[in-house]
Antibody
């Protein structure tokens, strides 16, 4: 059974750096064709992809946020960490991590099949 | 930059069929995935790839695609299908989400 859970601060001040941790179980990020993604959703708005990290340490970032994001993995702890610098009130959102697998369509779809519950991060002074 | 475009809102009468569409250049290369999100909940994968349903997803949900457009069809919509629906696909940078479609079941 695959589960993921996000953790981190619920409140950050403008200009601060946000660090979120995704702790997962039921799979290993050292297994081929597996990834973990970060997706956020401002209140009342759409999902927005932020970052992906794959089993082979390949990392992908949203072009619009690339300069502010870093994603890393700790395979031994079953954790993925996202850092986002220079936080702004517009970054207030629920942040989700999700499991992604190539197993479904041989690389042509890579769905997010398991999601964490999400964690609401508010940016305010 | 790439993007996926969805109609903001769609409505359907109870028991009728509704199609939700998603347009984008990435869909010419990659399949769409579809997620259902109800208020206060995390998204749930309902369709992936060409037309595949994860375990537990009712068979009234189906997917199709043509050119740069992917579609999610709900045949015989139920009250519990009222939700936001998001399409998603791979692209050259990583992945993309559409802007979401709010489905109202009348």
């Amino acid at each position: 059974q695959i589960t993921l859970k996000e953790s981190g601060p619920t409140l950050v001040k403008p200009t601060q750096t946000l660090t979120l941790t995704c702790t997962f179980s039921g799979f290993s990020l050292s297994t081929s064709a597996v990834g973990v993604g970060w997706i956020r959703q401002p209140p009342g708005k759409a999902l927005e992809w932020l970052a992906l990290i794959y089993w082979n340490d390949d990392k992908r970032y949203s072009p619009s946020l690339k300069s502010r994001l870093t994603v890393t993995k700790d395979t031994s702890k079953n954790q993925v960490v996202l850092t986002m610098t220079n936080m702004d009130p517009v970054d207030t959102a629920t942040y989700y991590c999700a499991h992604q697998s190539q197993a479904y369509c041989g690389g042509d779809c890579w769905p997010f099949d398991y999601w964490g519950q999400g964690t609401l991060v508010t940016v305010s002074s | 930059s790439s993007e996926l475009t969805q109609d903001p809102a769609v409505s359907v009468a109870l028991g009728q069929t509704v199609r939700i569409t998603c347009q984008g250049d990435s869909l010419r290369t990659y399949y769409a995935n579809w997620y259902q999100q109800k208020p206060g909940q995390a998204p749930v994968l309902v369709i992936y790839g060409k037309n595949n349903r994860p375990s537990g997803i009712p068979d009234r949900f189906s997917g199709s695609s043509s050119g740069n457009t992917a579609s999610l069809t709900i045949t015989g919509a139920q009250a519990e299908d009222e939700a936001d629906y998001y399409c998603n696909s791979r692209d050259s940078s990583g992945t993309l989400f559409g802007g979401g479609t709010k489905l109202t079941v009348l």
